[in-house]
């Protein structure tokens, strides 16, 4: 599977260099947060997927201590899968975005990321959350922070000590619907889930945005 998304990624970047375009540019914004690329993905899920498409949830692969991803780093499998669920249907569809060119649908999907968590206790969490999402969405109404926000959040809250002691440790990033109570009452969010892991061990924290609380799963 990584050298088909290699493959693909490779294909469309070369297909969608515009001999018109500035390279400068392009070198400019190959580093993403997780919301950059949002409005470009619900138009292609609309068109290509389910006309009432929502987002679902945002999965980002092997993300940077910045809450960015490089779509020119091709060393790993890097990725934002942006998780789109339709109403109408009560299923799902994955995009990613790529370089040069607009999103398209991912090989990655639930499977994938639930394989990356080592612990039990933290796989059997996170699989009930993605268990629900065919039936539920990210209201559009719902504001939440951007990616490199939310990291620099969870690596003050145990993600740093996680990086340190664990040499070669990777992070992975989960954006899932939730609600929060506030003085107006309740009213829709979205949280932050990062998973700190080695091929050996897992740290997950749970950010929730309406709160500002960082919990550790273990």
């Known amino acids: 599977m990584k050298k088909l998304l290699f493959v693909l990624l490779a294909a469309l970047v070369i297909s969608g260099c515009d001999e018109d375009g500035n390279p400068i540019d392009e070198i400019l914004n190959n580093n993403i947060t997780a919301k950059e690329k949002l409005p470009e993905v619900l138009t ?81 969490r996170t699989e009930g959350v993605l268990g629900l999402l065919s039936q539920l969405s990210i209201n559009s109404s719902a504001t939440y922070p951007d990616s490199d926000d939310a990291m620099d959040i969870l690596l003050a809250n145990g993600g740093s000590d996680f990086m340190s002691s664990h040499s070669g440790a990777k992070i992975d990033l989960f954006l899932v619907p939730s609600k929060s109570i506030d003085t107006t009452g309740l009213r829709d969010s979205a949280d932050w889930l990062a998973n700190f892991y080695t091929s050996t061990e897992s740290l997950v924290l749970w950010y929730n945005t309406g709160t500002g609380i960082v919990t550790q799963f273990r």
């Open 44 to 124: 292609e899920a609309r068109a290509d997927f389910a006309a009432d498409a929502q987002l679902a949830m945002i999965y980002g692969r092997d993300v940077s201590t910045n809450g960015t991803i490089d779509l020119l780093d091709f060393s790993t499998l890097k990725a934002f899968v942006y998780v789109v669920q339709s109403d109408e249907t009560e299923t799902n569809e994955f995009y990613v975005p790529v370089y040069g060119a607009g999103p398209v649908q991912s090989p990655i999907n639930f499977s994938t990321m639930l394989s990356l968590i080592e612990d039990p206790e933290s796989k059997e």
